[in-house]
């Protein structure tokens, strides 16, 4: 049951239960090998939508594991690079926004996640895992389609951490139609109210908050680079948000606000199998790379772009997409 702490048209939560979820931790056994190896196919499911990451069979997406040379694994290994940060991340719930909120916190961040109130389970899992590595992890149940909840994102995080250093800008939505004949109107307008109208307001109602040395990062897609056919509207959205990034960019840098984008390949997360065919997802490894991509190694992009790491690079999009060539 979800515990509701806030009356209207969304849930917040801040207390420390864990509202009596399944325990789930990151510990593969001794001596395990990464996931994912080249050859290696997703396994083939399908699950309702938005998708749920505790629902998934079998490898289950990783959010602080990171592969070594000899195809085993290592856990992330922090440096405090976000010690004090506050970070808004929106898609907080599971996959790579999930991945995210635990970098960030495991480099000294606490965070408020957003995420649509089905997926309240998957979001006390990551608010659990935060709170283990002794960092804030605020919760909030919303839909970003409305421009006032938009509002409502930043007013929360304003009230609960006092302040915004970085924006996550990661929710997204996508169903796969193969023509445009096929595509429906309603889901044009839903895919482009969900993947790119609250970038824009959420970024809008953030910067008067926001100073010198603090971050937007946007997470696009490889998609954009492909277009993808069978995601017409999706691919369209993410077009729209490198360009968004590049132009933001260039009005926020002469204030020290720098604004970047991730751009992933194919990454295992909840979305695929509550989005994608049969057909698609045998073909999910068909990168240079022959395997699907984890939460976890597009998370340290995030980490990357957060951190001072990073303060020469602003307008720019990462590639964490198993080696395809792209050009733009």
């Known amino acids: 049951m979800q515990e509701t702490c806030c009356p209207g048209d ?22 395990a090998k990464s996931q994912f190896q080249p050859g290696h196919c997703i396994p083939i499911q399908h699950h309702r939508k938005p998708g749920l990451q505790s629902e998934l069979e079998d490898p289950k997406p990783v959010s602080t594991r990171i592969p070594t040379d000899d195809n085993g694994y290592q856990t992330y290994k922090a440096a405090g690079k976000l010690a004090g ?75 609960y951490m006092g302040g915004v250093d970085v924006l996550v800008n990661n929710a997204a939505f996508q169903h796969m139609v193969q023509d445009i004949s096929e595509l429906d109107e309603a ?30 990062i946007n997470c696009s897609s490889v998609n954009h680079y492909i277009g993808r056919s069978d995601l017409l509207d999706y691919t369209s959205t993410k077009g729209a948000i490198v360009a968004f990034t590049r132009a933001l960019s260039n009005q926020q840098i002469g204030k020290g606000i720098r604004v970047n984008c991730v751009c992933p390949g194919p990454i295992w997360t909840p979305l695929i199998p509550s989005t994608m065919t049969t057909s698609a997802m045998e073909q999910f490894s068909s990168v240079p790379m022959g395997r699907p991509g984890q939460p976890s190694e597009v998370a340290t992009c995030f980490v990357f772009l957060a951190s001072h790491d990073s303060s020469y690079i602003s307008g720019q999009c990462l590639h964490p997409n198993g080696g395809v060539i792209i050009n733009g």
């Open 85 to 159: 940060k506050r970070a808004i991340i929106t898609g907080g719930d599971s996959g790579i926004g999930r991945a995210v909120a635990i970098l960030f916190a495991m480099e000294g961040a606490s965070s408020l996640i957003v995420y649509l109130p089905d997926e309240e389970s998957d979001a006390q899992e990551t608010k659990r895992r935060v709170q283990e590595i002794g960092k804030e992890c605020h919760c909030l149940a919303i839909d970003l389609r409305k421009k006032e909840n938009c509002r409502k994102v930043v007013d929360v995080a304003l009230q």
């Open 187 to 216: 889901q044009w307008e839903r895919t482009f109210d969900t993947n790119i109208h609250p970038f824009f307001y959420l970024a809008k109602y953030t910067l008067p908050h926001m100073r010198s040395g603090s971050t937007i």
């Open 10 to 31: 969304y849930q917040y939560c801040a207390c420390n239960s864990n509202h009596n979820m399944q325990e789930y931790t990151e510990k593969p056994a001794s001596g």
